[in-house]
């Protein structure tokens, strides 16, 4: 995977502060009793994986059996980490993204998730694990789309601030070109 992460990666790191939901603030009237519980909805990471670190703090539910189940507080220096679609299409969906959530305990919450994520042009076809590769960049079919054209798509459909962005025109048809339904692991 070097030719993936080596120069120009979209891997991001961000510090997460979740306040509590105030009454001043938030009409709890207007919620069902799930969403006024959600910080963070429902959803899978879109890059490769996340290393995320939780400092001890409640809130955090994965997707088991079909049932959201919260997380356990992890032991000091540890990181849970969370398969991302974009690995997940590579195993062929062997191994399936995690969908998780985050739910409002009441207090203040802290995170810091790191994002790995490969470069805008790595070719990511699916059930790439399943041949005889040495490398992720060598004889791809030629319709793999680019990570970064996948993840524009991906965000466009999934979340609202993403809704009305602009693709360059060069990168237009191949953001239009990926089918919501290639994002098997997604709730699109």
């Known amino acids: 995977f070097d030719a993936w992460f080596a120069q120009g990666s979209l891997?991001?790191?961000?510090?997460?502060?979740?306040?509590?939901?105030?009454?001043?603030?938030v009409d709890s009237s207007q919620?069902?009793?799930?969403?006024?519980?959600?910080?963070?909805?429902?959803?899978?990471?879109?890059?490769?994986?996340?290393f995320l670190a939780t400092?001890?703090?409640?809130?955090?539910?994965?997707?088991?059996?079909?049932?959201?189940?919260?997380?356990?507080?992890?032991?000091?220096?540890?990181?849970?980490?969370?398969?991302?679609?974009?690995?997940?299409?590579?195993t062929g969906y062997r191994l399936k993204a995690t969908f998780h959530q985050v739910v409002d305990t009441g207090a203040e919450r802290f995170s810091a998730p790191l994002f790995l994520e490969p470069k805008y042009s790595a070719r990511i076809p699916a059930g790439l694990l399943?041949?005889?590769?040495?490398?992720?960049?060598l004889d791809l079919p030629a319709d793999a789309?680019?990570?970064g054209d996948w993840l524009v798509r991906r965000m466009k459909a999934s979340w609202i601030e993403w809704k009305d962005f602009e693709v360059p025109a060069d990168r237009a048809d191949a953001v239009a070109a990926i089918r919501l339904n290639d994002f098997r692991n997604s709730p699109l």
């Not at 399943?130 to 960049?137: E, I, L, S, T, Y």
Request: net charge positive.
């Open 130 to 137: 399943q041949g005889a590769r040495a490398r992720v960049d």
């Open 55 to 90: 400092f001890g703090y409640p809130g955090l539910q994965v997707l088991v059996d079909g049932v959201y189940k919260s997380v356990a507080p992890v032991p000091p220096n540890t990181l849970v980490v969370n398969v991302g679609d974009t690995f997940s299409r590579l």
């Open 11 to 25: 891997s991001t790191f961000r510090s997460i502060h979740y306040l509590p939901r105030s009454a001043a603030l």
């Open 145 to 147: 789309p680019w990570f």
């Open 31 to 50: 919620l069902s009793s799930e969403d006024a519980r959600l910080t963070t909805p429902p959803h899978a990471d879109s890059g490769f994986l996340t």
